[in-house]
């Protein structure tokens, strides 16, 4: 008894000393991919312990394994126990496979650190984007609200792994109050159907901009040049991705001052407008544009569809596009161009159902699919 005393004392004295506990090192969440390119993606993951954070590239032969770890300002990234390595140099449409990589970190002291276990994950692979691609596809789901199983739902029926991307049409986060709510219903429900090999992008709806951790959403999903509006080329595909922000004027009440909506949206207005006079929108096979609140010259119902309708529908009725997708009203429309009021077909996408797109080089193949897996719709554009 007293040998056994004097051994649990001296393992409470070894973690007392590197200011650790006795729990091993594991990955708790992820990992789960973001910002794919033509050249590059960014890998996520948490652990339960503060780490080093890196990511095994596994290289068939001849060629060697690789540890990748990024660094900023000389200093190499390292501690806290939410982790991101960015992978860039890779080739267009090519697969890769990876591993993550975590080092306990026991203490972390100047001239003074201790390290514990390593832990490696599962081995993951991805493609990166290939804008020469004869072909892509893509699903798009919306205005969850955090609802884990619903999401589960919609990943399953439409066997999300096989997609080339995923896209979150906002509302997924009802309020973003604590990191479970992204954590755990989200990423975890994500990870399970494909997030480790398939990125997914999530584009802000109104709720996301809710909740004392909306201004730490970018800690957790990475995007290009640190914007939640951005253009690529996947495919036969011009992607556009519009930041909707919030549906009320910035003065109401219940944003207590907060809200600075009006000049965001005026930026992002002004890089739109650059945005089509580009050789890659203007000469794309299609111009997909996705945003969470419908933009339409009529029936819109609030401030913010309203502020979208006057400022961003000329312009891209003046730039032409193929198709908008958009979500937030939770109800299924498809509207042509002449209904849409500016010259550009719009799907709407209920909170019940969940969208599959195929392109082609010669057409745009559309499904709406329901929760309890009935075609809602089936809608095919030719190309120009």
Not at 106 to 117: E, I, N, T
Request: charged share 20%.
């Amino acid at each position: 008894m007293r040998r056994n005393f004097l051994l649990i004392t001296l393992l409470f004295l070894v973690a007392s000393l590197f200011g650790q506990s006795t729990e091993s090192l594991r990955i708790t969440h992820g990992p789960w991919l973001q910002n794919l390119t033509t050249d590059g993606v960014t890998v996520y993951w948490t652990t339960n312990l503060p780490a080093v954070p890196g990511v095994w590239m596994i290289r068939a032969k001849p060629l060697k394994d690789s540890l990748i770890r990024n660094s900023t300002d000389g200093l190499i990234n390292a501690g806290g126990t939410l982790h991101k390595v960015r992978i860039s140099g890779l080739h267009p449409g090519m697969k890769y496979a990876y591993k993550v990589h975590s080092i306990e970190l026991m203490k972390f002291r100047p001239y003074q650190v201790y390290y514990g276990d390593t832990v490696k994950g599962k081995e993951f692979s991805f493609t990166t984007l290939n804008p020469a691609s004869k072909t892509t596809r893509f699903m798009i789901v919306n205005d969850i609200h955090t609802n884990g199983a619903k999401l589960a739902g919609f990943l399953k029926s439409g066997n999300a792994a096989d997609e080339d991307l995923l896209i979150y049409n906002g509302d997924i986060i009802d309020n973003f109050e604590t990191e479970s709510q992204l954590l755990g219903p989200i990423i975890d429900t994500s990870v399970r159907y494909f997030a480790s090999n398939v990125p997914f992008i999530l584009l802000r709806g109104n709720h996301e901009t809710r909740g004392i951790m909306a201004r730490k959403l970018k800690d957790y999903l990475d995007f290009p040049d640190n914007r939640y509006y951005y253009a690529f080329d996947q495919g036969p595909v011009h992607f556009v991705l519009l930041d909707c922000g919030e549906d009320k004027p910035d003065d109401n009440q219940y944003y207590y001052g907060l809200a600075d909506y009006d000049n965001y949206r005026l930026q992002e207005l002004e890089w739109l407008k650059e945005q089509v006079r580009t050789p890659a929108y203007r000469n794309a096979t299609f111009r997909v544009i996705i945003v969470h609140m419908p933009i339409l010259a009529v029936g819109t119902e609030a401030y913010g569809q309203y502020f979208l309708s006057d400022h961003f529908g000329p312009v891209i009725r003046e730039a032409g596009a193929d198709l908008i997708i958009a979500a937030h009203t939770h109800r299924h429309l498809w509207l042509t161009p002449p209904l849409s009021g500016f010259g550009f077909p719009m799907l709407i996408n209920s909170n019940t159902n969940f969208v599959k797109v195929e392109a082609t080089e010669q057409a745009l193949s559309i499904r709406v699919i329901s929760d309890k897996d009935e075609i809602i719709l089936s809608q095919e554009l030719q190309k120009r």
